[in-house]
Nanobody, 121 residues
């Protein structure tokens, strides 16, 4: 049974940066795609970014291109989301997810409990 633990959320002013981390246990992390999703208050969960098992392929939602970068360290069973030039509309709970396969088109079958990012104006 997979366990995903997010960290790195907090309060930041618009234009600032945060780095989120997600550490996985209980699953073969190095063979699975990993993704980040977010859910703002009163809104549905939305896709943010995804990375293939070895890091050779990445996918980003249009609204974060040029600002966010996803990466992974398989030796640490950890995936990261570097968030730069943050905007108030980025405020949300950010969730880490593990895919059923190695590539970004995989369904996500395990989810973390989320970490809150609040961007003030």
């Amino acid at each position: 049974q997979a366990q995903l633990a997010e960290s790195g959320g907090g309060l930041v002013q618009a234009g600032g940066s945060l780095r989120l981390s997600c550490t996985a246990s209980g699953r073969p992390f190095s063979s699975r795609a990993m993704g980040w999703f977010r859910q703002a208050p009163g809104k549905e969960r939305e896709f943010v970014s995804c990375i293939s098992y070895s890091g050779e392929s990445t996918v980003y939602a249009e609204f974060v291109k040029g600002r966010f970068t996803i990466s992974r360290d398989n030796a640490k069973n950890t995936v990261y989301l570097q968030m730069n030039i943050l905007k108030p509309e980025d405020t949300a709970v950010y969730y880490c997810a593990m895919g059923t396969g190695p590539f970004p088109d995989s369904d996500m079958d395990y989810w973390g409990k989320g970490t809150l990012v609040t961007v003030s104006s």
